[in-house]
């Protein structure tokens, strides 16, 4: 299967600890993106990354939250001392370039917080 | 500021009759537009697009209608099958941005 993995798919994490999560994207694809749902709510943009390089990071909150895209591995999503507002689905999309179209998505990973 | 807005949450039609599911957006530098359709516990897959620069785009059952003056656009989907059924987000694109806008998503059910 060549889509996006991204895992884990459920994460439950209590207040105040660490959440981290991964995102493979297509092989081949060199732009990820984040996106945040919060419950009966669309899509919103967190992050655009490329090998190395955060490019657009102006969805991204400005406390707690990181976002890398290493040479080597997966895309990693970091989210510092949770609180229970963080509950919502994180989904991951790749890329083969940097324009905008021919997005894949990942199945996403629903962190609750408790 | 919501700049893409799906007014219409659900909407339920019966198998093989059309279903119209609506968008309106607020940002005059969209000039793309697309439709992803979103099942339980799956990501979003995308299903069909348009540039600005036209006004419709058809790919078998599914046709998206875009008129910029009312700055609104539709999906219809003809006819519409009960594995139709399934969230279904527009999103827009402006030229300069990379990341995409979208609408909180309306779910169709199609009864058979």
């Known amino acids: 299967n060549a889509g996006v993995m991204q895992n884990p798919r459920h994460l439950v994490r209590r207040r105040g600890q660490e959440a981290r999560l991964r995102c493979s994207p297509v092989?081949?694809?060199?732009?990820v993106y984040w996106y945040r749902q919060l419950p009966e709510e669309g899509l919103k943009f967190m992050v655009y990354?490329?090998?190395?390089?955060?490019?657009?990071e102006s969805g991204m909150p400005k406390e707690r939250f990181s976002a890398e895209f290493p040479k080597e591995g997966p895309s990693i999503l970091r989210i510092q001392q949770v609180v229970r507002g963080d509950s919502a689905a994180y989904f991951c999309a790749s890329s083969p370039t940097g324009d905008g179209y021919g997005y894949t998505f990942g199945s996403g990973t629903r962190l609750t917080v408790v | 500021d919501q700049q893409v807005k799906q007014n219409s949450p659900s909407l339920s039609v019966q198998e093989g009759r059309i279903s119209i599911l609506n968008c309106d957006y607020t940002n005059s530098m969209f000039d793309y537009f697309l439709w992803y359709k979103k099942y339980p516990a799956e990501g979003p897959t995308f299903l069909i697009s348009?540039?600005?620069?036209?006004d419709k785009n058809e790919d078998g059952r599914f046709t998206v209608f875009l008129n910029k003056s009312a700055k609104h656009l539709s999906l219809h989907i003809v006819p519409s099958q009960p594995g139709d059924s399934a969230v279904y987000f527009c999103?827009?694109?402006?030229?300069?941005?990379?990341?995409?806008?979208f609408g909180s998503g309306t779910q169709l059910t199609v009864l058979p």
């Open positions: 999103a827009a694109r402006s030229g300069s941005a990379r990341q995409l806008t």
């Open positions: 348009i540039s600005s620069i036209k």
């Open positions: 990354l490329q090998k190395e390089n955060i490019i657009d």
């Open positions: 092989k081949g694809h060199s732009h």
